[in-house]
């Protein structure tokens, strides 16, 4: 693949959670290309492995194995498995996390009026199990994975951690409450873990991308006839460069960060890669 400029990553054993969709699946094989052994974590073992072939098949070294992170004997199984075939994890990527309906309201903002119909999820109505959920694969994810993967870290006293948070956590959007909370807390918890693991030699940091089209969002953003939606005009009009991100245009900023040599003296940063949205007062 081409890459914007390359990094040794060569002996190096790569872990990335949610690699079987569209962003992280292009991190695994980004990581890869560098000379990583790359495996590719998903719930979902035939995205996992579709992801894992590709590598394979450009002559890198990559394994694909099923993995709740919500649970941890699941990602403990996950870290045997790996380990058996790699050795000791250097470079974790926590890419999984996602929104949920529950958590979303129908409108952008309130009015009294809406109260009266009953059809409209207001912020009222938002399910409380539905944005613990939210929470969970977000937050508590990125810990319980980050448990059992960054002890091996430790141990060795050197590693690299790369959350991704999301430009929800800069500004957060109308509609989706919990998800941009969440990735509030990620960017959070990203420089907690930073300061926490400095004298195991281990570099914490995270991503906050901007607005990519992914398999969860496609449907907001794209109507059934692949036209842009009121809300997709939106946010290209709010963002400079005028266009949705490519995931290769996070490439860099992820080799950056994951390699030693490049940023050794980077840790508890979160690097927006927007466009220029956060920038943007709208003026």
């Known amino acids: 693949m081409n890459l914007p400029f390359t990094v040794d990553l060569k002996d190096k054993v790569a872990v990335v959670t949610g690699g079987g969709g569209v962003l992280c699946s292009e991190f695994a094989k980004s990581i890869a290309a560098c000379g990583a052994s790359v495996a590719v974590l998903d719930l979902n073992l035939q995205a996992a492995q579709k992801v894992a072939d590709e590598i394979l098949a450009s002559g890198g070294k990559a394994i694909a194995v099923a993995a709740n992170c919500l649970e941890k004997v699941s990602l403990e199984q996950a870290k045997d498995a790996i380990e058996k075939a790699f050795g000791v994890c250097d470079i974790l990527i ?14 952008e903002t309130m009015t009294p009026e809406m109260l009266k119909d009953k059809s409209i999820r207001t912020f009222f109505d938002l399910d409380a199990d539905g944005i613990r959920f939210v929470f969970d694969l977000n937050v508590l994810a990125a810990l319980l994975t980050t448990q059992v993967f960054a002890k091996g870290m430790a ?7 790369l959350n991704i948070s999301s430009m ?10 919990a998800y941009s909370a969440a990735k509030a807390a990620v960017s959070n918890f990203t420089q907690w873990l930073a300061v926490h693991f400095a004298p195991c030699g281990i570099r914490v940091n995270a991503m906050a991308p901007g607005f990519f089209v992914t398999n969860q969002n496609r449907a907001l953003l794209f109507n059934e006839k692949g036209e842009p939606t009121a809300r997709a005009a939106k946010i290209i009009k709010g963002t400079p460069q005028a266009r949705f991100g490519d995931p290769s245009d996070l490439t860099g900023t992820l080799l950056w960060l994951v390699s030693t040599e490049a940023s050794r003296f980077v840790t508890g940063i979160i690097v927006p890669v927007d466009g220029g949205f956060s920038a943007y007062s709208g003026v």
């Open 94 to 107: 926590n890419g999984a996390g996602g929104n949920n309906p529950k958590g979303t309201t129908d409108n």
């Open 155 to 161: 141990e060795k006293g050197e590693g690299t951690i």
């Open 168 to 177: 929800n956590a800069f500004r957060p959007l109308t509609k989706i409450p």
